[in-house]
């Protein structure tokens, strides 16, 4: 079998398949869920987080988590198969262990002794297995449907072994089990029931008003006696930027996400606060419905992909704090990047030549904009309008509102703004919002070729092959794809001196990775 690194830990494809064991950035290989050395931290105290999302219609189903503030709650609640840690690499959870066949089709899952969930039940691979299946069949509208689709059979031997069969070779297959929405949760009679809050994670829920708050308090009986540090957690919606930077500053939370990176320079003089900013493929964009006209043109869209000057928003809108995207999702950080790729450059006569080519002389559009869809997406909005007009294309810029954004807007309007966290890999990403018919198919693109391509590089073994294969899906999705990229944002947190971080933050998604609930502490 070739070997490869996978992730940013350094773990070949060998020592993937064949075990849950992690390797560190200093090059030490730890027993998955252990972390090198470091001062022992504080235990106690209540962690308050102001989050920039947050909806009336955030719920318990996991099908549907979409923001930062349920997907930091069910991180919260909730243990996964495997986990992502800080420095990229992967680790076990609820699954110890992990052994594939040959052609990685069959997957043997070693379920950890001893995890128990909030009700006071131990965790059994039948409940390991009624929570993927919650999220796979013809009848499931789940995020994560794309992802475990591909499952053929699971089926136990014994109260802590999974064997999982899929339909074909899947080498990335230990880091799906991590995505947000498979938290591994209680089952009856064969299935989950998606209402419950409860879960096996290191906190327990004391009250939820979706769109406002929820209360947490600690699980006592967690297994990781190395994590879940905090008495409680207090995770508040609090989509407005200003009054999110204000509940830092006046101490009535500890942490706060997405940053107005406005106010950076002020917050950073402040001694009471530090910024703390991570790089991973977080990136900001504005997907278009490609079913409707004008956008079912490809050429549209490239004149709207030349129409945007990306490096000023990179500059005016991140402040620095990120890299011009180039309309493809896979970052620099990624194994299989492209970095070669022309660039889609603000050119106001390519969007002309282009204009012409789909028989028009200019274009008459309008984009739906909130700070929910990404902090400054309404500058930015207004950036592109201003540099669109240079190639006849007017821009007109709707502001929604905040509440209600991701279901009222986000996949409803024909071109709206957007943003993702990126995924562990690129098979992840790719079939999670470009592939065709995914629910988060945000564009609504169908292309046979990639289509075909995802099929092939999902499966295939040989590294050079799989690299070739994902080099020309970026390429197709640069050139035809429907989400305009314009940049890479770094995820930029504020932070009370009073509250601990690792000396490793997980760029991976917002927030360590979702988990500064669990990995943080009390200084």
């Known amino acids: 079998m070739t070997k490869r690194l996978i992730g940013q830990g350094g773990m070949t494809r060998r020592g993937l398949l064949k075990s849950g064991m992690a390797m560190t950035a200093a090059g030490l290989v730890l027993p998955a869920g252990m972390t090198m050395a470091q001062a022992e931290p504080k235990k106690g105290g209540t962690l308050r987080i102001g989050f920039n999302s947050g909806s009336t219609v955030d719920n318990y189903d996991p099908g549907v988590w979409d923001t930062n503030f349920v997907q930091v709650f069910a991180q919260a609640r909730h243990n996964y198969l495997t986990e992502i840690a800080a420095d990229g690499s992967l680790v076990g959870e609820v699954a110890e262990s992990w052994e594939a066949s040959p052609d990685a089709m069959i997957w043997t899952l070693k379920i950890r002794s001893g995890i128990t969930f909030h009700s006071g039940g131990t965790v059994t691979a039948e409940d390991v297995i009624a929570s993927i299946n919650y999220h796979r069949g013809p009848e499931s509208t789940s995020a994560a449907k794309p992802i475990v689709d591909p499952i053929v059979e699971m089926k136990s031997d014994g109260p802590n072994t999974v064997i999982v069969t899929l339909s074909g070779g899947n080498a990335d297959f230990p880091y799906l089990m ?18 419950s809050s409860d879960g096996c994670g290191p906190y327990k829920v004391d009250s939820f008003e979706p769109g406002v708050n929820a209360v947490l308090s600690k699980h006592q009986g967690y297994w990781k006696t190395d994590r879940g540090h905090f008495d409680g957690l207090l995770l508040l919606a609090l989509p407005d930027p200003v009054a999110r930077q204000n509940a830092l500053l006046t101490g009535e939370v500890d942490v706060i996400n997405q940053l107005d990176l406005t106010t950076v320079s002020m917050m950073s003089r402040n001694s009471s606060i530090r910024v703390v900013s991570v790089t991973g493929n977080q990136h900001f964009c504005f997907p278009m419905d490609t079913r409707a006209a004008p956008f079912n043109d490809n050429n549209v869209r490239l004149a709207l992909k030349h129409a945007l000057d990306r490096q000023e928003m990179v500059d005016k809108i991140l402040y620095g704090y990120g890299a011009v995207g180039n309309d493809n999702p896979i970052g620099p950080t990624q194994q299989y990047y492209a970095a070669d790729l022309p660039v889609n450059s603000y050119d106001p006569d390519k969007a002309k030549f282009h204009l012409g080519k789909a028989g028009l002389t200019s274009l008459d559009v309008s984009l739906w904009v909130a700070e929910a869809g990404f902090t400054g997406a309404t500058d930015s ?23 209600g954004y991701w279901s009222n807007v986000w996949m409803q309007k024909p071109w709206v703004a957007s943003y993702w966290g990126g995924r562990a890999t690129c098979d992840w990403m790719f079939s999670t919002a470009y592939a065709a018919g995914a629910p988060w198919n945000e564009s609504y693109w169908d292309n046979e070729r990639f289509n075909t391509l995802l099929l092939q590089g999902r499966s ?13 899906m970026q390429a197709i999705v640069s050139n035809e ?9 770094s995820f930029v947190m504020g932070v009370s001196n009073a509250v601990a971080t690792p000396d490793v933050v997980g760029a991976n998604w917002d927030l360590d990775g979702f988990r500064a609930v669990e990995r943080w502490w009390f200084a």
């Open 178 to 195: 991590s995505d947000y929405h498979l938290p591994i949760m209680p089952a009856k009679d064969g299935k989950i029931d998606p209402t």
């Open 381 to 403: 909005g207004s950036l592109y309008a201003e540099r669109a007009k240079a190639a006849g294309i007017n821009i007109t810029v709707e502001r929604a509102p905040n509440d």
């Open 460 to 472: 295939e073994l040989d590294d050079a092959k799989r690299a070739e294969i994902y080099h020309e």
């Open 481 to 489: 794809g429907g989400v305009v990229i314009p940049m890479f944002a």
